[in-house]
């Protein structure tokens, strides 16, 4: 079992623990247990239940259109 797998499974993971080469995908783990193992091994680590979308910033749409329109970034 990986230090990833031990820790995660202390903080209460359920399912599968996978590591890929952008993140660490748990289940059953909130936020604050998420961003431990995160801040912890300094690598991403995703809800597998909410995945995030591809080239994209997490689950937010690029692109998407402030209230007042459009706006330089």
Known sequence: MTTV???ARAL?????IEVTERAIVVEGLDEPPRYFLQHG?????????KP?????HGRAPIGWEAENGPSAA
């Open 5 to 7: 797998t031990q820790e």
């Open 12 to 16: 209460g993971a359920t399912g599968d």
């Open 41 to 49: 091994f300094g690598y991403q680590c995703h809800d597998r239940a």
């Open 52 to 56: 995030h979308h591809p080239r994209q």
